[in-house]
């Protein structure tokens, strides 16, 4: 796994982490703020029912205090009016810091009010109470008395509505809460889904597709190299059986040539034979040499000797079609190979350039340094080029372009690249090309460098 792929993966992961961590902070939150809401309704519903029975008590103790000084006159029953009245006065007075809303503390001032009005209408049944001296008092000396405690009772009430009203703006600031408390939440849900997609995704993308790609490679590899293995057993069988006849065949051509006359016809018919069965013979040892490849024998060459010898060995064949075979100057680089291999491969290529030409055209050999990448490990090394001007290779001829048994050619066997790739191979090193249709072939054999 890559220095990228492991980044983003731990950055996936902090920020599900982040996620998580989240939702665990907003959930504690919620359960504190879900306690605290609790507190204020408990507080708010005691508060309220204790406002109205405290009011209520306060009330009637004052009314029946009055309503038994009237009836009997007894100064206990006054002292004990007094005595409440200055209890409610204070009890007043200690709600107004204890009230939350604007509209409670509004109540209790109009209460404060009412209050001294009702103080005063007790005051003055008391005045009607002692002019009657022992006379009963009648429930019309009571009115006013009794209006304003009615007064001061829908006060209270209007108190303990306001308490609810209170209460009600509890309830909606904890459903508020809520609501942000779900939308957070539901965000948070959100991304840690997304994120997790899109962890999902990057795994997927960078480490299982690639692994997938991997693994259908290989079983075609796997594939490729079984069908290439029956096919080298097939060649080895069919090779054998086709040479002895042939050498057969060549043995007694051989001996009739001497009974046909030079010049005469049947003679030049005996030529083209022996022609073919050279050809057949080639063929024959190329489906050999693919099925049992020799292996090399590995000695330092000097590059610019193998180009020479090759140029040499091919110009006058070349020059028949009008093609240059061309020997760039190259520095003095130096390789470990088998000479006849190597030279059996640079013959191939110019070959196949020749007949990507035609007719009319240039091959040109040249040898140069270079820095890459061969068996996993970064060296110098040389390349041996055949660059042509002809045609090009086709997309759709490149795809299989080292595939055994494929081939272009109408006499071609498909053998020669894969050999060639093969022998390379053997080498340590590896067979390259670059091409552009109408512009020509460049051919490169990388072989390592060897420092002397």
């Known amino acids: 796994m890559n220095l990228r792929i492991t980044f983003r993966l731990i950055a996936f992961a902090v920020g599900i982490g982040l996620m998580g961590l989240v939702i665990l902070f907003e959930t504690m939150r919620s359960q504190r703020q879900a306690q605290e809401l609790r507190e204020r309704l408990n507080q708010v519903d005691s508060e309220s029912f204790r406002i109205a029975d405290q009011f209520r008590e306060y009330l009637r103790q004052l009314n029946s205090s009055m309503y038994r000084y009237g009836n009997g006159h007894d100064p206990a029953e006054r002292d004990a009016f007094l005595k409440a009245s200055h209890e409610l006065d204070v009890w007043i007075d200690e709600q107004k810091p204890k009230l939350r809303t604007d509209q409670e503390r509004a109540l209790m001032q109009q209460i404060d009010a009412a209050y001294d009005d009702y103080l005063r209408a007790a005051t003055e049944v008391q005045t009607k109470l002692q002019a009657l001296g022992q006379q009963p008092a009648t429930m019309s000396d009571y009115a006013g008395l009794r209006r304003e405690s009615e007064h001061l009772f829908d006060l209270g009430q209007a108190l303990v509505k306001?308490?609810?009203?209170?209460?009600?703006?509890?309830?909606?600031?904890?459903?508020?809460?809520?609501?942000?408390?779900r939308i957070l939440?539901?965000?948070?849900?959100?991304?840690?889904?997304?994120?997790?997609?899109?962890?999902a995704f990057v795994v997927y993308r960078d480490m299982i597709a690639p692994l997938r790609l991997k693994l259908v490679e290989s079983q075609a590899l796997v594939e490729r190299q079984e069908k290439l293995a029956s096919l080298g057993l097939l060649a080895a069988a069919v090779a054998h059986e086709i040479r002895n006849p042939l050498t057969a065949i060549k043995a007694a051509l051989f001996i009739q040539?001497?009974?046909?006359?030079?010049?005469?016809?049947e003679l030049a018919d005996v030529k083209i034979v022996e022609r073919e069965i050279?050809?057949?013979?080639?063929?024959?040892?190329?489906?050999?040499?693919?099925?049992?490849?020799?292996?090399?024998?590995?000695?330092?060459i000097n590059v610019d000797t193998s180009?020479?010898?090759?140029?040499?060995?091919?110009?006058?064949?070349?020059?028949?079609?009008?093609?240059?075979l061309v020997c760039e100057p190259s520095p003095q680089l130096r390789v470990k190979a088998d000479a006849a291999q190597l030279k059996q491969v640079l013959i191939n290529l110019v070959q196949n350039a020749a007949d990507a030409i035609g007719r009319d055209g240039v091959v040109k050999l040249r040898a140069r340094r270079d820095r890459r990448r061969l068996a996993n490990a970064e060296m110098d090394v040389v390349i041996l080029e055949v660059a042509d001007n002809g045609k090009g290779i086709p997309p759709e001829v490149q795809a299989r372009l080292f595939d055994p048994f494929f081939t272009t050619k109408e006499t071609g066997t498909?053998?020669?690249?894969?050999?060639?790739?093969?022998?390379?191979?053997?080498?340590g090193g590896a067979l390259q090309y670059q091409t552009q249709v109408n512009r020509g072939t460049t051919f490169g054999i990388i072989l390592p460098q060897e420092i002397e």
């Not at 703006?169 to 809460?177: K, N, R």
């Not at 180009?307 to 240059?324: C, G, K, P, W, Y």
Request: aromatic fraction near 6%; proline fraction near 3%.
């Open 162 to 181: 306001a308490h609810y009203r209170s209460r009600a703006d509890v309830i909606s600031h904890a459903g508020e809460t809520i609501t942000e408390l």
């Open 185 to 199: 939440v539901l965000g948070s849900l959100g991304c840690l889904f997304v994120f997790g997609v899109a962890l």
């Open 257 to 265: 040539q001497k009974c046909f006359t030079p010049g005469s016809r």
């Open 278 to 300: 050279l050809r057949l013979e080639n063929v024959v040892n190329e489906f050999l040499q693919f099925a049992r490849p020799v292996e090399p024998q590995l000695a330092t």
């Open 307 to 324: 180009l020479r010898e090759v140029r040499d060995l091919l110009t006058h064949q070349l020059a028949e079609s009008n093609i240059e």
């Open 414 to 427: 498909g053998l020669g690249l894969s050999i060639a790739a093969g022998i390379i191979q053997r080498h």
